[in-house]
């Protein structure tokens, strides 16, 4: 499964699948769903699970300044904040659609 396109369209992430899918993610929740390591956490090899301090969120955590291809495989986020360290698999982003 690839995006044959991506748009970011207002508050929204839009992909449309090469299946023909679209999926309509909100910036808010991908960024508060971040998966990289400082927010959402490593596991070391006995499962526990260690997490940064949480950040406080303002409106330009929220603000999409622009976003870039990695490997192939998910796409980098680089949000109005500065924060730029979660990658977004094709995965997580097909999955985090049914919310
Ligand atoms: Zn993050």
């Not at 769903?33 to 303002?58: F, H, I, S, W």
């Amino acid at each position: 499964m690839q995006p044959a396109d991506i748009q970011a369209i207002g508050h929204e992430l839009a992909i449309r699948w090469d299946d023909g899918g679209e999926s309509f993610l909100k910036l808010e929740t991908l960024r508060r769903n971040c998966p990289c390591a400082g927010c959402a956490g490593e596991k070391d090899v006995m499962g526990n699970l260690y997490k940064g301090p949480t950040r406080q969120l303002g409106a330009a955590s929220f603000q999409l300044r622009r976003f870039t291809p990695v490997g192939g495989y998910a796409i980098q986020l680089f949000w109005g904040d500065g924060h730029n360290t979660g990658i977004y698999s094709w995965d997580y982003l097909r999955r985090a659609d049914v919310e």
